[in-house]
């Protein structure tokens, strides 16, 4: 669908393959050597921690909340607030494109509920429920 600007250090989602408004996003996060957390996790074999993996989602579902509530362009903030029965299934190593799949659980005005789902090819990696709230953005 589209590739997404490159200037956030902290940008997990490379590429929206599809988006269903109020539904559903699957996106793509291209898993490679030169991520800076594989310098150490783990020496000898390097593999992605789970706690970006559960990031990458979040992130998926913060461009799936925006677009859904017609956020786009308001400066409003997609804030995580929970995550409920995280589970990894099987490493995630460089080299592998780690397709990121979220669905709506519950969607209000301000805080959206999201089931994700974290695939490299079609073995499941990683898996979680999660909660967010769409906030203003901070005043100076």
């Not at 393959?17 to 291209?30: G, N």
């Not at 913060?62 to 509530?69: E, I, K, N, P, T």
């Not at 659980?105 to 490299?120: D, L, P, T």
Request: charged share 20%; net charge neutral.
């Amino acid at each position: 669908m589209a590739a997404l600007p490159h200037r956030y250090p902290m940008l997990l989602v490379d590429r929206v393959e599809s988006l269903v408004p109020d539904e559903r996003i699957s996106a793509i996060k291209a898993v490679t050597i030169n991520e800076s957390f594989f310098q150490g996790h783990f020496p000898g074999r390097p593999i992605m921690p789970g706690v970006l993996i559960v990031e990458a989602l979040a992130q998926a579902a913060g461009v799936l909340a925006v677009q859904s509530l017609g956020l786009a362009g308001s400066g409003k903030l997609v804030y995580f607030m929970a995550i409920d029965g995280a589970k990894f299934r099987t490493p995630v190593e460089p080299g592998v494109l780690l397709r990121l799949d979220v669905s709506f659980v519950q969607k209000r005005a301000r805080v959206c509920k999201f089931e994700g789902k974290a695939y490299v090819g079609d073995l499941l990696a990683a898996e979680a429920n999660f909660t967010a709230m769409i906030a203003d953005p901070p005043t100076a």
